[in-house]
């Protein structure tokens, strides 16, 4: 009897701690952000940090505690392909080198609190100093810092003088950034170097830039063989490769080499939309920047320089991006914060609605496109059982009104809720 008593007892525990959650969301509005439909008055389960079961809410017979979204619009946490949380708005052109690399460590903290406050879960960082986002990206792994999911590139590659070299300074202080290398072999051992400091994405600059100081924004860095031993050796590495390219050049030449996605592609022709198609190469382009850089960027320093470049580029890059929507290119979300400040990355959802997608095509970038560009499509972009439980949720339908993802109300990231 007692025996049986026993297994009684035991059996009712199994069947309560099966039943206890980490966490119970019952959502009002999931968005499938593949078809843009919604489902309504649903449960999301959470479980070890990923969603364990979704289904209709009137399914659902429990007393457990839950998160009340009923009222609210729920997606998918979002992706940014191109940010630089060590980097700042407010310190940009000469006020750069007052930071050490352990100063803009600690401003990465500041900015990957901001940044997943705004509902971006897992972002790329493309590009630091001294392998900080590295740092801040084991921190936040570690759980000693809040932040989002971080594929950090660590230091940019590029051309001696190029863009993604530091040209502040005379000869005399010989200033050199971390990631300049020439010629493919020393190139190929950047890649590996990077590999071996926890880099998992490789960035190089395939052209000049704005924000540089003597880059034309049009001319391609990197002969063809640099870029080509880059993407080889990364591959073979099992990393991807961002391309930084405005120019039509550089662009065509960063895909021939093999890259995976093309970051800015502000001047890029058809033929370069048609060669990003036929390769499955990803768009990301930052559309919300200029308007920011025009009225922001003196303030912070940029050069005037910078300025002048940027008011060719800004105007161009949108009717680019518009072009590029209507080929029917693969876009990515990829917003470039730090230009402008951490934690307005969801400003641009309006801007790439201004100039050509759907609102839904806009969420898709940050979503499902990011995901595959990302490598990451079984864990994240969707709310599906078995990926990442990262959830955001906002008061309006984003469908109907996209500026709505500016005030992201809900966050939750592997399951643990850091805003609501
Ligand atoms: N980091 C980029 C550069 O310096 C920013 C470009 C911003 N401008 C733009 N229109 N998207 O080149």
Redesign the pocket.
């Known amino acids: 009897m007692q025996k049986f008593l026993l297994a009684v007892a035991s059996a009712v525990m199994m069947t309560q701690t099966a039943l206890a959650h980490d966490a119970v969301i019952r959502a009002g509005y999931i968005l499938d952000p593949e078809t843009g439909t919604y489902a309504t008055d649903q449960y999301i389960l959470i479980d070890k940090g990923r969603i364990d079961d979704v289904g209709d809410w009137t399914d659902y017979d429990s007393d457990e505690d839950y998160i009340d979204l009923s009222e609210k619009y729920v997606l998918p946490g979002l992706l940014d392909a191109h940010v630089h949380l060590t980097g700042d708005s407010q310190v940009h052109g000469y006020k750069r080198l007052t930071r050490s690399t352990p100063r803009q460590a600690i401003t990465g903290v500041r900015n990957a609190s901001r940044t997943l406050d705004a509902g971006f879960t897992t972002v790329r960082n493309l590009g630091a100093a001294g392998y900080a986002d590295i740092a801040l990206m084991e921190a936040i792994e570690d759980g000693d810092v809040p932040g989002p999911r971080i594929i950090a590139s660590g230091p940019s590659l590029g051309i001696t003088g190029g863009?993604c070299d530091n040209n502040l300074l005379p000869a005399e202080y010989d200033v050199k950034a971390d990631g300049v290398a020439d010629g493919p072999w020393a190139l190929r051992a950047k890649v590996r170097e990077n590999k071996k400091y926890g880099a998992r994405v490789i960035k190089f600059c395939a052209t000049g830039?704005?924000?540089?100081k003597g880059t034309d924004?049009g001319a391609q860095q990197f002969a063809f063989e640099e870029m080509k031993a880059i993407v080889d050796e990364a591959h073979l590495n099992g990393l991807k490769v961002a391309a930084?390219a405005?120019g039509a050049k550089g662009i065509e030449t960063a895909i021939k080499a093999g890259v995976d996605s093309i970051e800015?592609s502000?001047f890029i022709t058809d033929s370069g939309i048609e060669a990003a198609k036929r390769k499955g190469v990803y768009l990301s382009m930052?559309?919300y920047?200029?308007d920011y850089?025009l009225s922001e960027g003196a303030k912070a320093g940029m050069l005037e320089e910078s300025l002048n470049k940027?008011r060719r580029?800004?105007k161009i890059?949108r009717e680019s991006f518009r072009r590029a929507v209507k080929a029917g290119a693969k876009m990515a979300f990829g917003s470039?914060a730090a230009?402008y400040p951490h934690g307005q990355n969801g400003h641009q959802f309006a801007y790439m609605v201004k100039w050509g997608m759907t609102p839904l095509q806009s969420i898709q970038a940050a979503t499902i496109n990011n995901a595959d560009l990302f490598g990451m499509s079984a864990d994240v972009g969707t709310i599906e059982i078995g990926k990442f439980a990262d959830i955001i949720a906002v008061e309006e339908d984003p469908l109907e009104n996209i500026h709505i993802l500016k005030t992201v109300s809900f966050v939750m990231k592997n399951g643990e809720v850091h805003k609501k």
Not at 209 to 212: A, E, I, P, W, Y
């Open positions: 863009h830039g704005v924000l540089s924004v930084h405005h800015h502000s930052d559309v920047n200029s850089i940027e580029v800004g890059q470039d230009v």
